[in-house]
């Protein structure tokens, strides 16, 4: 996955964040959905530094992989 393959996805994860943290009242699906999308967001923004340490360090960033979640979760953005 490109930068900004990981960027766009980033993207569209953000976009659903906003749109339910702007209703009123989740259901309880949508709530773990937002969960789920929470994780998911660390774990790109982490690839996505991952990738550009590696460019950094005149290495291939297709080394890069996502890692779990206990891993990335609750990185500061």
């Given at each position: 996955m490109e930068d900004n393959q990981?960027?766009?996805h980033i993207k569209n994860l953000?976009?659903?964040e906003d749109r339910l943290y702007a209703k009123d009242n989740l259901t309880d699906e949508?709530?773990?959905h937002l969960?789920?999308?929470?994780?998911e967001?660390?774990?790109?923004?982490?690839?996505?530094?991952?990738?550009?340490a590696l460019r950094d360090a005149h290495k291939n960033?297709?080394?890069a992989?996502?890692?779990p979640p206990g891993t990335?979760?609750?990185y500061e953005q």
């Open positions: 990981v960027s766009a953000s976009a659903e949508e709530v773990k969960h789920k999308i929470n994780i967001l660390d774990q790109y923004w982490d690839l996505l530094r991952q990738r550009r960033p297709d080394q992989h996502v890692r990335v979760e609750n």
